[in-house]
Nanobody
Framework: VQLQASGGGLVQAGGSLRLSCAASGYTFSSAMGWFRQAPGKEREFVAAINWTGSLKQYADSVKGRFTISRDSGEKTVYLQMNSLKPEDTAVYYC???????????????WGQGTQVTVSS
């Protein structure tokens, strides 16, 4: 089972990035989530989506700015990030699990992380 996150980079405040997470060796009919960890802070929930894409959850800090989606044919989940702020700077991780949850323990599989840096 492998989850490969990509799409991170350096962007100015107010800009956009789209993160991708490609799954392989994995039954993609499960929930997917995005978490992030800023320097010196604990990892936190960002967004989650159930296997049909009908249920989405977002952290309050990203609601209205970030959108999670999935392409089951491509076994890929996306995180579209708009109106980025310096406080969004973190390593972003994708995860696969049994339910679209904001809890890390709901996810059995984790990607390696991709760095997002937002300059002011």
């Amino acid at each position: 089972v492998q989850l490969q996150a990509s799409g991170g980079g350096l962007v100015q405040a107010g800009g956009s990035l789209r993160l991708s997470c490609a799954a392989s060796g994995y039954t993609f009919s499960s929930a997917m989530g995005w978490f992030r960890q800023a320097p010196g802070k604990e990892r936190e929930f960002v967004a989650a989506i159930n296997w049909t894409g009908s249920l989405k959850q977002y952290a309050d800090s990203v609601k209205g700015r970030f959108t999670i989606s999935r392409d089951s044919g491509e076994k890929t989940v996306y995180l579209q990030m708009n109106s980025l702020k310096p406080e969004d700077t973190a390593v972003y991780y994708c995860a696969g699990g049994s339910s679209a949850s904001d809890l890390e323990r709901a996810y059995a599989y984790w990607g390696q992380g991709t760095q997002v840096t937002v300059s002011s």
